[in-house]
C-alpha cells in the first residue's frame, strides 16, 4: 500500500514538472540546539542530554514545478553534546555527513517559503574499513520542517525543526546526535551562469 | 559510478565522533599487582625482548617461555609455574592488546579453582586439570564492550545445553610487574580443551575446525575426519547420524541461530570427537553475535554465507550447514530441532532477562578498573562509550530474541 502511495505522489509531482531543470545552486549555514527527552543507559537515565548542531553544507535545485522546487544538499554536520550518567559528566563531539531533500513551497506574494523533507544520515562511527554497514541501525532518517523568509541578495533566512523518523532506533545511538533539533540558519543562492558574449 | 554510490560513500566515510568524560575521577587504583580487585590478578614472568618481538610479529606463531603466576583477593595462589606462551588469534592481533595461548609445562591441578573458577560448569565437563588457558582480549568486541563472548557463552552453559564450549572469566594481566591489559581467561576450544573437559590424553582427540579458509584436521583419526566429510557430501543419512551426536548438534545449531552469530557457519566451527564417541561441536568465539542480520530466521542464519568450497576432490567445507540440512531432510530430526527450539523459549532459559542479568554482572565485576583498560588502550575511548556499547548489546540482544520468537512461534 505504502509503495503504492508513493508511486502515486511521484507521477503526480513528475507530471507537474515543468520539465526545466535549470541548476540553482546555494550554500547552507544552520546552527542550533538539539536534545533528547527520555533517555537511558542500561536503564540509568541520561541527565540534560542536549548539544549545539553546527551544520554547513550546499544544496541544489533538482526539479521545479509551478508550485514548488525541490532540493537536495549535503551537508556536514558537527554535533557539540553533553549529559550526565551517574552524576558523571560527558561531552561528545561528532561529524556525520548528511544529505537533506526538501520540497519547497514559495508562499504566492510573498518573501516566504514553507519547506519539509526528511534527512538522510550515518548514525554509527566509521571506525574500521568496512563498507557492509553491519549495524541494522547504520541510517537515520530525520523529519524536517523549515520556514524561509528571503532577505536580499538572494540570501534567505531559515528556521528548521527536525526529528528523527525512526522510532525503533535504541537510546545509545542518540546520545552524542541528539533526536530533535531547532535550527537557525543563512541560506545564499548562487548563480554559475556562463557568460559565452565574454571576449578577450 | 553513480552518482549515488559517491553519496553512500560519502556518508559511510564521514562518520566520527570523540567522546570525552571525567575519567579520573573513577580512575582511583594505581595498576599495582596488590590491587584491590574481585577478579584474577595474573603476572607473566618474561624476557622483554623476546615478548616484544613475539607481539611484534603476531602471525609468525613465534613461541616464548616464561613463568606465570595468580593472585586472587591479594593472596598468591599460583607461583612461578613455567609456560610456553604465543600470541593467538585471526583479526584482533592487529590490536595493541593481544591475545595470549598459554601452555602449562605439566597440567595444572585446578581442583581447587585457582587457576580459572568459572561461575558455573556443566555436569559433562571437568575442569580439574588445565594444560592450557587462554587470556582473550575479547576479539572483535575488543573496543566495545570487553564482556560480549564470556556472557554469551555463560548463557548457554546456564541454560544446560548439551555442548562443548570454554569456560572463563574477567582477569587483570601484568608482564614482569607492569600491567597489561584487562583480558579474559579462558579455557580452550582446542585439542588440550577438548581433552581437559573429558579428563583424557590429548591423543584420544580428534578435532577439526572450520575457517573461512579451509576445513583443517588439527588432530586424532584424519581417515575419520575424512569419511565424515565425505558421508555428508554423499548425503549417507544414516552413516552420519551413526556418527554425530545428534542432540548435542541440535542445541548447537539452536543457540548459534538463536544469537545470530555471522560469524559461523563458515567460520568459528569445531568438531571433535573423543576416541571413539560420536562428533560433538564446540562453541566458541561468539563475538560477533546479535550485531547485524538480527532479522533473519534461524534457518537463513544457519545457510548464512555458503561461499567456501575446497579442492576438487573433497566435498564441501561449508560442513555445518550441509550436515544440518542434510538431517533436516529426516522427519525425525526436524522434529526434534523445532520441539527443542519450542521448548527453549518456552523454558525461557536464553531469554533477554538471563542475559541481561549476566551482562550486568560481569559489567559489574570490571567496572571498577576500566578506566584502567581506557587509559592504556583508549579502547574504548571513554566509559560512556563502554556503557553505550554494553547498552547496544542489550538492545541488540533483546530484538534477536524477540525476531526468534516470533519466527518458531509462527513458522
Known amino acids: 500500500m505504502k509503495i503504492k502511495i508513493s508511486l502515486l505522489l511521484l507521477l503526480f509531482f513528475f507530471s507537474t514538472t515543468k520539465g526545466q531543470t535549470q541548476s540553482k545552486h546555494s550554500l547552507l549555514l544552520q546552527t542550533g540546539y538539539t536534545w533528547t527527552n527520555n533517555l537511558s543507559l542500561n536503564e540509568l537515565a541520561i541527565e540534560n542530554s542536549q548539544g549545539m548542531v553546527l551544520d554547513l553544507g550546499f544544496g541544489y535545485r533538482l526539479f521545479q514545478t509551478s508550485f514548488m522546487f525541490t532540493e537536495l544538499a549535503l551537508t556536514g554536520k558537527t554535533i557539540f553534546s553533553s549529559g550526565q550518567l551517574h552524576n558523571r559528566n560527558f561531552k561528545a563531539t561528532t561529524f556525520r555527513l548528511t544529505l537533506p531533500i526538501k520540497f519547497v513551497f514559495p508562499v504566492p506574494n510573498t518573501n516566504i517559503q514553507l519547506a519539509s523533507g526528511a534527512v538522510f544520515q550515518n548514525n554509527v562511527d566509521f571506525h574500521e574499513f568496512d563498507i557492509r554497514m553491519r549495524d541494522k541501525y547504520a541510517w537515520r532518517v530525520n523529519f524536517l520542517l523549515e520556514a524561509r523568509y528571503l532577505l536580499k541578495n538572494k540570501t534567505l533566512l531559515t528556521v528548521g525543526f527536525s526529528n528523527n523518523l525512526r522510532n525503533n532506533i535504541p537510546d545509545p545511538y542518540f546520545i552524542n546526535d541528539p533526536k530533535i533539533a531547532l535550527l537557525i540558519g543563512l541560506q545564499k543562492n548562487l548563480n554559475f551562469s556562463k557568460n559565452k558574449n565574454k571576449r578577450p | ?411
Open chain 2, 1 to 411: 559510478m553513480r552518482i549515488y554510490h559517491f553519496f553512500l560513500l560519502l556518508l559511510i566515510f564521514s562518520a566520527c565522533s570523540k567522546f570525552s568524560d571525567d575519567l579520573d575521577l573513577i580512575s582511583q587504583q594505581t595498576p599495582t599487582l596488590e590491587i584491590d580487585t574481585d577478579l584474577p590478578v595474573i603476572n607473566l614472568i618474561l624476557n622483554k625482548e623476546e615478548f616484544e618481538e613475539m607481539t611484534s610479529r603476531p602471525n609468525e606463531e613465534i613461541e616464548i617461555e616464561g613463568s606465570f603466576s595468580l593472585y586472587r583477593q591479594q593472596a598468591l595462589l599460583i607461583q612461578n609455574q613455567k609456560i610456553e606462551i604465543e600470541v593467538k588469534g585471526g583479526f584482533s592481533t592487529k590490536f595493541p592488546l593481544k591475545s595470549l595461548g598459554i601452555k602449562f609445562d605439566e597440567k595444572y591441578d585446578n581442583s581447587d579453582r585457582s587457576l580459572i573458577n568459572p561461575q558455573r560448569v556443566l555436569p559433562n565437563h571437568s575442569l580439574d586439570k588445565i594444560k592450557a588457558i587462554r587470556l582473550r582480549n575479547s576479539g572483535s568486541d575488543f573496543k566495545n564492550t570487553m564482556l560480549k563472548d564470556l556472557s554469551v557463552t555463560q548463557l548457554a552453559i546456564n541454560a544446560e545445553l548439551n555442548v562443548d564450549l570454554t569456560y572463563g572469566e574477567p582477569a587483570l594481566v601484568y608482564i614482569n610487574g607492569d600491567f597489561y591489559g584487562l583480558l579474559n581467561l579462558r579455557t580452550e576450544a582446542n585439542t588440550n580443551g577438548m581433552a581437559g573437559l573429558y579428563e583424557v590424553k590429548k591423543k584420544d582427540v580428534t578435532l577439526a575446525k572450520i575457517t573461512t579458509q579451509a576445513f583443517i584436521k588439527k588432530d586424532g583419526d584424519f581417515e575419520r575426519l575424512d569419511r565424515l566429510v565425505q558421508a555428508i557430501a554423499n548425503e549417507e543419512l544414516d552413516f552420519v547420524k551413526s556418527e554425530i551426536d545428534v542432540n548435542s548438534f541440535i542445541d548447537y545449531m539452536i543457540f548459534e541461530s538463536y544469537i545470530g552469530n555471522t560469524d559461523w557457519p563458515h567460520n568459528n566451527a569445531r568438531i571433535h570427537a573423543i576416541k571413539d564417541g560420536k562428533f560433538r561441536f564446540v562453541l566458541f568465539d561468539l563475538d560477533k553475535v546479535s550485531w547485524l542480520k538480527m532479522d533473519k530466521s534461524p534457518l537463513q542464519i544457519i545457510t548464512n554465507k555458503r561461499l567456501i568450497k575446497v579442492n576438487k576432490d573433497e566435498a564441501t567445507v561449508d560442513i555445518i550447514t550441509d550436515l544440518f540440512f542434510l538431517l533436516y531432510e529426516d522427519t525425525a530430526f526436524k522434529n526434534s530441532f523445532w520441539a527443542r527450539y519450542q521448548f527453549l523459549l518456552d523454558q525461557q532459559s536464553l531469554a533477554y532477562d538471563k542475559f541481561k542479568t549476566i551482562v550486568d554482572y560481569n559489567a559489574q565485576q570490571i567496572v571498577p578498573l576500566m578506566p584502567l583498560q581506557i587509559e592504556k588502550y583508549q579502547a574504548p575511548g571513554s566509559m560512556i562509550e563502554w556503557q553505550i556499547e554494553i547498552d547496544k548489546l542489550l538492545s541488540l540482544f533483546r530484538e534477536r530474541a524477540e525476531v526468534v520468537r516470533v519466527f518458531v512461534e509462527n513458522r
